[in-house]
């Protein structure tokens, strides 16, 4: 072979090598792309134009697993903000569990595989069939075989207890969680870390609030709820319609009054509050009050059909 012809092959066989990556390069480049497109329209809360973006990230990176679990996480988020009938929330729960299925096992991030199972949770929440309640379980039980002392997998797995309505179960999983999470008064403790630690615990209050007040315990779930007030009084000011609500079914509607009062307080603009006493107000005989306070509601939002019908009941 002549020096001329291995010089050719030799530069074939370059450009060649130089055309496959860049070949790579530019699919990287473009899924890269769309990836940050479909981040950016996540980030408006225009989900049509987010999920048209991660269809086409992995049409052309169907095979990194990043993408996937990323597409998986923004999809839960989507059930609950976007879809809104159940059929809807189902088709796009399974379309998350089936990316996670996609990626490899020892590609799977242990994040992917909580939020596969909270996926598991939440579907079978919506159809309440026995067969996805189990795979939820089983999911949970996988999950603290390897992280046996993760309160967050405790946390999520009381969730779906409360799903299934098995009270003492969700009340055993919330009170594992609540003994993993480590003291918020840690001095040691970063402030991030505290503020998460914060979050995740408030939502076990919230959750033990609600078991204890179908365990009939409403002294109990009302020590729950008010220990999330403590922590955000503005932010889950909605507690106090739950607290009123344990004082209506104790038969005290004073009480429940003050609470939604307090409720109203900060909340000015929810025509809820003022609706809900004035209900109150109603069944306690007061009807001038409840006049008052349906009046108001009414002012907050003019065609609400309920508090007009209600209105003129009580003429």
Same mark, same amino acid.
């Given at each position: 072979?002549?020096?001329?012809?291995?010089?050719?092959?030799?530069?074939?066989?370059f450009?060649?090598?130089?055309l496959v990556?860049?070949h790579?390069?530019i699919?990287?480049?473009? $899924?890269?792309?769309?990836?940050?497109?479909?981040?950016?329209? /996540?980030? #408006? @809360?225009? !989900?049509?134009?987010s999920?048209? +973006?991660?269809?086409?990230?992995?049409?052309?990176?169907?095979? %990194?697993?990043f993408? /996937?679990?990323?597409?998986?996480?923004?999809?839960?988020?989507?059930?609950?903000?976007?879809?809104?009938?159940?059929?809807?929330?189902? #088709?796009?729960? @399974?379309?998350?569990?089936?990316?996670?299925?996609?990626?490899?096992e020892?590609?799977?991030?242990?994040?992917?595989?909580?939020?596969?199972?909270?996926?598991?949770?939440?579907? $079978?929440?919506?159809?309440?069939?026995?067969?996805?309640?189990?795979?939820?379980?089983? $999911?949970?039980?996988?999950?603290?075989?390897?992280?046996? #002392?993760?309160?967050?997998?405790?946390? @999520?797995?009381?969730?779906?207890?409360?799903?299934?309505?098995?009270? &003492?179960?969700?009340?055993?999983?919330?009170?594992?969680? !609540?003994?993993?999470?480590?003291?918020?008064?840690?001095?040691?403790?970063?402030?991030?870390h505290?503020?998460?630690?914060?979050?995740?615990?408030?939502?076990?209050? %919230?959750k033990?609030?609600?078991?204890?007040?179908?365990?009939?315990?409403?002294?109990?779930?009302?020590?729950?709820? *008010?220990?999330v007030?403590?922590?955000?009084?503005? /932010? #889950?000011?909605?507690?106090?319609? *739950?607290? $009123?609500?344990? +004082?209506?079914? =104790?038969?005290?509607?004073? =009480?429940?009054?003050?609470?939604?009062?307090?409720g109203f307080?900060? @909340?000015?603009?929810?025509?809820?509050?003022p609706?809900?006493?004035a209900l109150?107000?109603?069944?306690?005989?007061?009807?001038?009050?409840?006049?008052?306070?349906? &009046?108001?509601?009414?002012?907050?939002?003019?065609?609400?059909?309920?508090?007009?019908?209600?209105?003129?009941?009580?003429?």
């Amino acid at each position: 072979m002549s020096k001329w012809i291995k010089s050719i092959l030799i530069t074939l066989i370059f450009f060649l090598c130089a055309l496959v990556i860049w070949h790579f390069n530019i699919k990287i480049i473009l $899924a890269d792309f769309y990836f940050r497109k479909a981040l950016l329209a /996540r980030g #408006k @809360n225009n !989900w049509p134009e987010s999920l048209k +973006y991660f269809k086409e990230t992995l049409k052309i990176e169907p095979n %990194e697993s990043f993408y /996937r679990q990323r597409f998986s996480t923004d999809l839960m988020w989507a059930v609950n903000d976007f879809y809104k009938t159940k059929t809807s929330k189902i #088709k796009i729960l @399974n379309l998350a569990i089936k990316n996670i299925d996609l990626i490899p096992e020892k590609e799977r991030r242990f994040e992917a595989k909580i939020n596969q199972a909270k996926m598991y949770s939440e579907k $079978a929440n919506l159809t309440q069939k026995k067969e996805d309640f189990k795979k939820a379980e089983t $999911a949970f039980q996988k999950l603290v075989t390897i992280s046996p #002392k993760m309160a967050r997998i405790y946390n @999520n797995w009381c969730q779906l207890k409360i799903y299934e309505k098995e009270w &003492e179960k969700a009340k055993k999983m919330c009170q594992k969680a !609540w003994y993993l999470y480590p003291s918020i008064y840690n001095k040691e403790m970063n402030e991030q870390h505290r503020t998460a630690v914060i979050l995740e615990m408030s939502e076990v209050y %919230e959750k033990l609030g609600e078991i204890y007040k179908n365990l009939n315990n409403y002294k109990k779930a009302e020590e729950m709820y *008010k220990q999330v007030l403590k922590f955000f009084p503005k /932010r #889950k000011s909605y507690l106090y319609k *739950k607290i $009123a609500d344990l +004082y209506f079914l =104790k038969g005290d509607l004073d =009480k429940a009054i003050d609470y939604n009062q307090h409720g109203f307080a900060l @909340n000015q603009n929810d025509s809820v509050w003022p609706f809900s006493i004035a209900l109150l107000y109603q069944i306690k005989g007061d009807l001038k009050m409840a006049k008052f306070y349906a &009046e108001k509601a009414l002012e907050i939002n003019p065609n609400d059909k309920e508090i007009k019908e209600f209105l003129e009941k009580i003429k």
